[in-house]
């Protein structure tokens, strides 16, 4: 009733295994390498869901000198403000001390509070956007050293990369840190290309100040991307030495900008 076929007698073997063709092959090939692709993404964002996780059994003191520093940034900078003697220094002063507030308060909330992960997600956002606005504020006060077509290509240069920075850490939370800390270093370092106008137009000093706040950034950056020193997990960990660093450039470039405003440079 029933008839075996074989290769012996001229019909198909259904126990052999025929040749895949060099198009199916190819397809196999891509799908794999696609599959491939999307596992890596996903390990690495498990990587960097593990991390925030870690990050959540934060030390005692995590958050704490940003929140000590939002309202002494704030009040520093409406004095810069109100003794700014021109239109446009009051202006770049405002433009500093409102990123300033930003970065220092937005931190404050993101790392004191307990926040729902959809919460914590979008504060993060915030926090880490912050850090490309407080770069483009930094650098506006010391357009006014420069003549105004040097100011405005370095204006352009830095906020152009600042919101092109907010943009990528908005849209893409999970980044890993060796791809954005980078970023943050090669925009703060775009003084370099002006270091000679704002010796001329600045003086020693004020380049000296600008190289060390740009300094004290990129050791903080160095840091908060490898986690070291972690000198007490519990208390003081690798994070909070990051947000001493950033304090302290703060303050240096705050000084370097003071003395700029204050002689009533014009653009």
Same mark, same amino acid.
């Given at each position: 009733?029933?008839?075996?076929?074989?290769?012996?007698?001229?019909?198909?073997?259904?126990?052999?295994?025929?040749?895949?063709?060099?198009?199916?092959?190819?397809?196999?090939?891509?799908?794999?390498?696609?599959?491939?692709?999307?596992?890596?993404?996903?390990?690495?964002?498990?990587?960097?869901?593990?991390?925030?996780?870690?990050?959540?059994?934060?030390?005692?003191?995590?958050?704490?000198?940003?929140?000590?520093?939002?309202?002494?940034?704030?009040?520093?900078?409406?004095?810069?403000?109100?003794?700014? /003697?021109?239109?446009?220094?009051?202006?770049? =002063?405002? $433009?500093?001390? !409102?990123? %300033?507030?930003? +970065?220092?308060? #937005?931190?404050?909330?993101?790392?004191?509070?307990?926040?729902?992960?959809?919460?914590?997600?979008?504060?993060?956002?915030?926090?880490?956007?912050?850090?490309?606005?407080?770069?483009?504020?930094?650098?506006?006060?010391?357009?006014?050293?420069?003549?105004?077509?040097?100011?405005?290509?370095?204006?352009?240069?830095?906020?152009?990369?600042?919101?092109?920075?907010?943009?990528?850490?908005?849209?893409?939370?999970?980044?890993?840190?060796?791809?954005?800390?980078?970023?943050?270093?090669?925009?703060?370092?775009?003084?370099?290309?002006?270091?000679? /106008?704002?010796?001329?137009?600045?003086?020693? =000093?004020? $380049?000296?100040? !600008?190289? %060390?706040?740009? +300094?004290?950034? #990129?050791?903080?950056?160095?840091?908060?991307?490898?986690?070291?020193?972690?000198?007490?997990?519990?208390?003081?960990?690798?994070?909070?030495?990051?947000?001493?660093?950033?304090?302290?450039?703060?303050?240096?470039?705050?000084?370097?900008?003071?003395?700029?405003?204050?002689?009533?440079?014009?653009?």
């Amino acid at each position: 009733m029933f008839t075996h076929r074989s290769a012996d007698s001229g019909g198909t073997s259904y126990g052999s295994v025929g040749t895949v063709s060099p198009v199916t092959q190819k397809r196999r090939e891509r799908s794999l390498d696609s599959l491939r692709d999307h596992v890596e993404d996903k390990v690495e964002e498990a990587r960097e869901a593990a991390q925030d996780f870690v990050d959540e059994l934060k030390p005692r003191l995590r958050g704490w000198l940003h929140a000590g520093m939002a309202p002494i940034a704030l009040l520093a900078g409406i004095v810069l403000i109100v003794l700014a /003697p021109s239109q446009n220094g009051r202006i770049t =002063a405002a $433009v500093f001390t !409102v990123t %300033a507030f930003l +970065l220092f308060g #937005t931190s404050a909330v993101y790392h004191r509070g307990n926040w729902s992960p959809r919460a914590t997600d979008w504060l993060k956002r915030f926090d880490h956007s912050n850090i490309f606005l407080i770069i483009a504020g930094s650098y506006t006060p010391f357009a006014l050293l420069l003549p105004r077509d040097q100011a405005t290509t370095m204006l352009l240069i830095v906020w152009l990369g600042a919101i092109g920075g907010v943009l990528f850490r908005v849209f893409w939370v999970r980044a890993p840190r060796w791809l954005y800390v980078p970023i943050y270093v090669a925009l703060g370092w775009v003084a370099v290309f002006y270091i000679g /106008p704002l010796w001329t137009y600045g003086g020693a =000093a004020v $380049v000296a100040l !600008v190289i %060390a706040g740009g +300094l004290l950034y #990129t050791l903080g950056a160095v840091v908060y991307g490898i986690k070291k020193p972690d000198p007490s997990p519990r208390w003081f960990g690798y994070h909070e030495v990051f947000h001493t660093l950033t304090i302290l450039a703060f303050i240096t470039h705050y000084i370097a900008a003071s003395i700029v405003l204050h002689r009533g440079a014009v653009v």
